[in-house]
C-alpha cells in the first residue's frame, strides 16, 4: 500500500507547527486592531469562479486542480481567497449593509506548480480584502498593512510598487509592447510566445535571464498612465512615504493575477548583501471584480496575501530563534517532593489552569527537588511551585521565582487569589534586574 505523502504537500509539526500557531495569533491582532473581521470560504468552488472570460494568468489556465464531481460539475480547489471572498460578498449581499467591508482569512490553496523550496503544491495564505467604494486611502491603509505585519515579526521586508493603467490607457500600451516584442520573438522563451497572444503585460515577468534582457528596452507602463491616474500614484507614494513605509518603484510588476488596476505590490525581502531573495506576499487594487462577479459596480477592492509557509520560515529565522523567545515555555512548574503532596499539585495546577489559563507543567509523582530544578531550567520557566513535607506540614507552597533566585510561601488557601499578583510583581522585579524582557515574553 503506497500511502507516502503527494509531491509539494507537507505535514505541519513539533515546533513549526507552534510558530505557525505564533504567527497566526500576532497576526489576528493586528488585524483586529486595523478592523478586520474573520471570515471563512469554502476550499472548493465552481470553476468558472475563477476562470472568468479572457483570463490570462498561469494561475487560473495551468495550475488550478480542477474536478468534475459526482454531479457532474466543474469544481476547482482554490487557487487564491480573493474571489471567493468576493463571491461569499455577494452571495450573502453582505454589501447591503455594512460598509466597508474589511475580512481577514487564512487557510489552504492549491496550485499545480513544480514544487520547489517555498514552493507547494498545498500552501497556506494569510491575507485581507478591503471593499468599499474606491479611496486611494484605503489602498495606501492596506499597503501599510502590509508592511508592518513582517516589521512585527523583526522582518524588514520593503514594498515593491506600481501602478497599472485602467482598461483603455491599458490596451494602448499593450499594443505598444506587442509592437516591441514582435521583433525579438524568435530570441524568447515558448511561454513568452503564449503570453503574446494571450496578454502581452506578462511578459514583462517572465523569470527567464534571456527574456529580461529583452524586456528592459520595452515601453514603461508610466509613460502609458493617465494625467489622473499619474496624480494618484504621486499621492500614493507621498502619504506611503509619511507613513514611513520603505518602498521602491518597479515598472515591470505586473502581479500573477488579471483582476488588478491602480496600485499593486508585493512585499519582498533583500539578504544582508542586498540581493533580492523574492516575494512573500503581494496584493493590489481590482476595480471590475466586485461586478464580474454581479455585485455592484461602484465597489472596489484592495488586499494582500501572505504566503504563511514562507512567513513562518523567516519569523523563525529572525523572531523565534531569539534567546529569549522560549516556545511552549510554562510559566509554572509544580513539582511534589513527597508522595503526600502529589495531590495538592493536581489541585492547584488545576484550578489555577481553570481561573488564569497559564500555560504550566506540572510532576503527578514525586521528585527531587535537583530533577525539577533542571527540568524547570531546561524549559525555561520563570516560576516553580514546590510542596513537600515542611510545606505540607504548614498548608504553605513554597514559590520560588527562578529568574530573581527569590522565594516565598504563600498559604494554600490564598494561592488563587494572590498567584496572579505574585507573578505580576515577580516578572516586575525581574525585569527591573534586567532577568527578563517582558515585551519579547508577551510575543
Ligand atoms: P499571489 O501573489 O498569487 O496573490 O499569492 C500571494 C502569496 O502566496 C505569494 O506572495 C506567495 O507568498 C504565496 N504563494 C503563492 N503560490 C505559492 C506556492 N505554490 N507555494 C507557497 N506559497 C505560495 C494572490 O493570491 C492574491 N489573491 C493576493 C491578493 C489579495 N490580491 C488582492 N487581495
Same mark, same amino acid.
Given at each position: 500500500?503506497?500511502?507516502?505523502?503527494?509531491?509539494?504537500?507537507?505535514?505541519?509539526?513539533?515546533?513549526?507547527?507552534?510558530?505557525?500557531?505564533?504567527?497566526?495569533?500576532?497576526?489576528?491582532?493586528?488585524?483586529?486592531?486595523?478592523?478586520?473581521?474573520?471570515?471563512?470560504?469554502?476550499?472548493?468552488?465552481?470553476?468558472?469562479?475563477?476562470?472568468?472570460? !479572457?483570463?490570462?494568468?498561469?494561475?487560473?489556465?495551468?495550475?488550478?486542480?480542477?474536478?468534475?464531481?459526482?454531479?457532474?460539475?466543474?469544481?476547482?480547489?482554490?487557487?487564491?481567497?480573493?474571489?471567493?471572498?468576493?463571491?461569499?460578498?455577494?452571495?450573502?449581499?453582505?454589501?447591503?449593509?455594512?460598509?466597508?467591508?474589511?475580512?481577514?482569512?487564512?487557510?489552504?490553496?492549491?496550485?499545480?506548480?513544480?514544487?520547489?523550496?517555498?514552493?507547494?503544491?498545498?500552501?497556506?495564505?494569510?491575507?485581507?480584502?478591503?471593499?468599499?467604494?474606491?479611496?486611494?486611502?484605503?489602498?495606501?491603509?492596506?499597503?501599510?498593512?502590509?508592511?508592518?505585519?513582517?516589521?512585527?515579526?523583526?522582518?524588514?521586508?520593503?514594498?515593491?510598487?506600481?501602478?497599472?493603467?485602467?482598461?483603455?490607457?491599458?490596451?494602448?500600451?499593450?499594443?505598444?509592447?506587442?509592437?516591441?516584442?514582435?521583433?525579438?520573438?524568435?530570441?524568447?522563451?515558448?511561454?513568452?510566445?503564449?503570453?503574446?497572444?494571450?496578454?502581452?503585460?506578462?511578459?514583462?515577468?517572465?523569470?527567464?535571464?534571456?527574456?529580461?534582457?529583452?524586456?528592459?528596452?520595452?515601453?514603461?507602463?508610466?509613460?502609458?498612465?493617465?494625467? $489622473?491616474?499619474?496624480?494618484?500614484?504621486?499621492?500614493?507614494?507621498?502619504?506611503?512615504? $509619511?507613513?514611513?513605509?520603505?518602498?521602491?518603484?518597479?515598472?515591470?510588476?505586473?502581479?500573477?493575477?488579471?483582476?488588478?488596476?491602480?496600485?499593486?505590490?508585493?512585499?519582498?525581502?533583500?539578504?544582508?548583501?542586498?540581493?533580492?531573495?523574492?516575494?512573500?506576499?503581494?496584493?493590489?487594487?481590482?476595480?471590475?471584480?466586485?461586478?464580474?462577479?454581479?455585485?455592484?459596480?461602484?465597489?472596489?477592492?484592495?488586499?494582500?496575501?501572505?504566503?504563511?509557509?514562507?512567513?513562518?520560515?523567516?519569523?523563525?529565522?529572525?523572531?523565534?530563534?531569539?534567546?529569549?523567545?522560549?516556545?511552549?515555555?510554562?510559566?509554572?512548574?509544580?513539582?511534589?517532593?513527597?508522595?503526600?503532596?502529589?495531590?495538592?499539585?493536581?489541585?492547584?495546577?488545576?484550578?489555577?489552569?481553570?481561573?488564569?489559563?497559564?500555560?504550566?507543567?506540572?510532576?503527578?509523582?514525586?521528585?527531587?527537588?535537583?530533577?525539577?530544578?533542571?527540568?524547570?531550567?531546561?524549559?525555561?520557566?520563570?516560576?516553580?511551585?514546590?510542596?513537600?513535607?515542611? $510545606?505540607?506540614?504548614?498548608?504553605?507552597?513554597?514559590?520560588?521565582?527562578?529568574?530573581?533566585?527569590?522565594?516565598?510561601?504563600?498559604?494554600?488557601?490564598?494561592?488563587?487569589?494572590?498567584?496572579?499578583?505574585?507573578?505580576?510583581? !515577580?516578572?516586575?522585579?525581574?525585569?527591573?534586574?534586567?532577568?527578563?524582557?517582558?515585551?519579547?515574553?508577551?510575543?
Amino acid at each position: 500500500m503506497n500511502i507516502n505523502p503527494l509531491k509539494g504537500v507537507h505535514d505541519l509539526i513539533n515546533d513549526e507547527a507552534f510558530d505557525w500557531d505564533s504567527v497566526i495569533d500576532m497576526m489576528k491582532k493586528v488585524f483586529n486592531a486595523f478592523g478586520y473581521s474573520y471570515i471563512q470560504v469554502p476550499t472548493i468552488e465552481m470553476a468558472s469562479l475563477y476562470a472568468r472570460e !479572457g483570463d490570462s494568468s498561469d494561475v487560473v489556465r495551468k495550475e488550478m486542480y480542477q474536478f468534475h464531481d459526482k454531479g457532474n460539475r466543474l469544481i476547482s480547489l482554490r487557487p487564491e481567497f480573493t474571489a471567493g471572498i468576493i463571491r461569499a460578498i455577494i452571495s450573502n449581499k453582505l454589501y447591503v449593509n455594512d460598509k466597508p467591508l474589511k475580512y481577514f482569512y487564512y487557510g489552504p490553496c492549491f496550485r499545480y506548480e513544480r514544487p520547489q523550496a517555498g514552493r507547494y503544491r498545498e500552501f497556506n495564505q494569510i491575507g485581507v480584502e478591503f471593499i468599499d467604494e474606491p479611496s486611494l486611502y484605503n489602498d495606501v491603509e492596506v499597503i501599510r498593512l502590509a508592511y508592518i505585519l513582517p516589521l512585527a515579526f523583526g522582518i524588514k521586508a520593503r514594498i515593491k510598487l506600481n501602478y497599472l493603467p485602467a482598461k483603455e490607457s491599458r490596451e494602448n500600451y499593450i499594443q505598444a509592447l506587442k509592437e516591441y516584442f514582435q521583433e525579438h520573438l524568435d530570441k524568447m522563451c515558448p511561454d513568452c510566445h503564449e503570453r503574446y497572444e494571450r496578454n502581452a503585460l506578462r511578459i514583462l515577468d517572465c523569470k527567464v535571464l534571456s527574456c529580461q534582457e529583452i524586456v528592459k528596452g520595452a515601453p514603461k507602463i508610466s509613460d502609458y498612465l493617465s494625467k $489622473e491616474e499619474r496624480e494618484d500614484f504621486r499621492f500614493a507614494q507621498e502619504l506611503l512615504k $509619511e507613513l514611513n513605509v520603505n518602498f521602491y518603484l518597479d515598472d515591470n510588476l505586473v502581479r500573477g493575477l488579471d483582476y488588478y488596476s491602480g496600485l499593486v505590490f508585493e512585499i519582498t525581502l533583500d539578504s544582508e548583501e542586498g540581493e533580492s531573495l523574492g516575494s512573500i506576499g503581494g496584493g493590489g487594487h481590482y476595480d471590475k471584480l466586485v461586478s464580474e462577479l454581479g455585485g455592484p459596480s461602484s465597489l472596489e477592492g484592495v488586499g494582500f496575501s501572505y504566503g504563511l509557509e514562507r512567513f513562518v520560515s523567516l519569523a523563525r529565522l529572525y523572531s523565534f530563534s531569539h534567546p529569549d523567545y522560549h516556545r511552549n515555555r510554562p510559566l509554572i512548574v509544580y513539582a511534589p517532593l513527597c508522595l503526600d503532596a502529589v495531590r495538592d499539585v493536581f489541585d492547584l495546577s488545576m484550578k489555577t489552569r481553570n481561573k488564569y489559563l497559564f500555560r504550566s507543567a506540572q510532576f503527578y509523582r514525586p521528585i527531587s527537588l535537583k530533577s525539577a530544578l533542571r527540568f524547570a531550567n531546561k524549559v525555561h520557566a520563570p516560576f516553580i511551585v514546590l510542596i513537600g513535607e515542611d $510545606e505540607l506540614n504548614e498548608n504553605v507552597v513554597t514559590f520560588k521565582n527562578l529568574l530573581t533566585g527569590r522565594q516565598e510561601q504563600i498559604n494554600k488557601d490564598d494561592y488563587l487569589n494572590v498567584i496572579n499578583n505574585v507573578i505580576a510583581d !515577580g516578572l516586575m522585579e525581574a525585569e527591573k534586574e534586567g532577568k527578563v524582557n517582558l515585551r519579547k515574553e508577551v510575543r
